[in-house]
């Protein structure tokens, strides 16, 4: 599904206002739900999430959540849902077996650097993260699920799109309102610099005592050196594709010309084969994003593209990663404290 256009737009819109009765009843439902109370995991549970539909970067983020923490010699056992994917687990990701079908597409890149419970229940998947020897827990999404308590809350919100409209779902991106995930949080991390629209939420989340980090996504040096000069199709499938041919751009990347997809989106026979022909046919590189390249795999309708195609590996930086590290560090070991 693609968002509404008007979702990202001004306030006021005519489609907002029509829709804003629904999405005051939807607000209150999900602030009550965050209020709920929640089952306390055996070890410290750091839940990395997003106030909106779409795409922030909280899988780069999680992922360089448990690098830091493996740096400090914890087991962090990554835990998700497995959006779109048909198993319900609790069951850890096995590279071998399991396709972006099986469960979902971040699972696959979660796997490579830590195991990965997938389950639709997160109590269940906590509890299968421990058996396994998790020291900390680290939730790709779930921030808006209660079933879970968080000792480490962090909120990734893409600074160069802020949060729209503003406005709660359906009549905007927001899952909650924004105050109330604001409230929950206990760090918010801006990617993408100090763009206009980001100001409004850093002092929103200076004026709760939040602390907020900047980030960056920075992609990996090696395969730019290897695409060289090359001229690019750049293709995505995910919550905000511009914002991934922006970043081939910044990088130095010659893109020639770009393919948008909806987020998660299941790449057909036909696309593969349109996708392919037009790269011969002009000469160019085909370069996608690690999470269409692993929902593409496995699948012999799209084994032409996942052959030719090329993604673009990118790590999550903070601009001040001590600051950001030592708050994680205070929040696994108060935890722990009980």
Known sequence: MREPRFWWGQDGSIQASLLAPFATVYGAVAARRLAK???????????????????????????????????????PVFLTRGYRGRLAGPVFVDLSQHRALDVGDEPLLLARLAPTVVARRRGIGARTAVDAG?????????????????????????????????????????????????ARAHALVLVGGTAREAEALRAQAHALTLPVFDARLVPETS??????????????????????????????????????????????????????RRAEQEGLVLVTTEKDLARMQGDERTAQLAAHAHALPVTLTFDDEAAFSALLEKHVAAARRG
């Open 37 to 75: 109370s929640s089952r306390k995991a055996d070890v410290p549970v750091v839940c990395v999430g997003n106030p909106t539909i779409g795409g922030a970067g909280k899988t780069p983020t999680a992922m360089t959540v448990a690098r830091m923490l493996q740096t400090d010699g914890e087991r």
């Open 223 to 276: 395969f730019l050196t290897a695409l060289g000069d090359g001229r690019v199709l750049a293709f995505a499938g995910i919550g905000d594709p511009e914002k991934f041919f922006a970043t081939l751009r910044a990088a130095g990347v010659t893109v020639a010309a770009t393919r948008s997809f909806d987020d998660h989106h299941r790449y057909t026979r036909k696309d593969a084969q349109a996708l392919c």
């Open 134 to 182: 998790a020291s900390v827990i680290v939730m790709d999404d779930g921030f808006q699920n209660p079933s879970l308590t968080k000792d480490f809350s962090i909120m990734v919100i893409d600074a160069g799109r802020g949060v729209g409209n503003g406005q709660v779902i359906p009549a905007g991106p927001l899952r909650a309102p924004l105050h109330a995930q604001l």
